[in-house]
């Protein structure tokens, strides 16, 4: 099972990025999508998560009214759109996926390598 994420790259303050993350090797149909980051420094954070069946989204406060998280069960893929882009968005963002629904970072089974995203003043 693996995990792929992009979209990822230099953008500037107050830009947009979409983040993608395609599973290979299993249906993500009946998994909860985690997208987490990891800024420099500090602790990785869970940004946002989608339901299997994509009804439930949870957001970190800090990217509410800015991200959108968003699945396609036929493609196989989780999106992060990002807009309003600012320097605390920087750093490698994760997706994660967890059976059903949404769990804390502990509790995902599965994991891409990160994408970095880096947005300049």
């Known amino acids: 099972y693996q995990l792929v994420e992009s979209g990822g790259g230099l953008v500037q303050l107050g830009g947009s990025l979409r983040l993608s993350c395609v599973a290979y090797g299993f249906n993500l149909e009946h998994y909860a999508i985690g997208w987490f980051r990891r800024a420099p420094g500090k602790e990785r954070e869970e940004v946002a998560c989608i339901s299997d069946s994509g009804r439930r989204t949870e957001y970190v406060d800090a990217v509410k009214g800015r991200f959108t998280i968003s699945r396609d069960n036929v493609k196989n893929t989780v999106y992060l759109q990002m807009n309003s882009l600012k320097p605390d968005d920087a750093g490698v963002y994760y997706c994660?996926?967890?059976?059903?629904?949404?769990?804390?970072?502990?509790?995902?089974?599965?994991w891409g390598k990160g994408t970095l995203v880096t947005v300049s003043a």
């Open positions: 994660a996926a967890a059976l059903l629904f949404c769990r804390p970072e502990s509790g995902m089974d599965y």
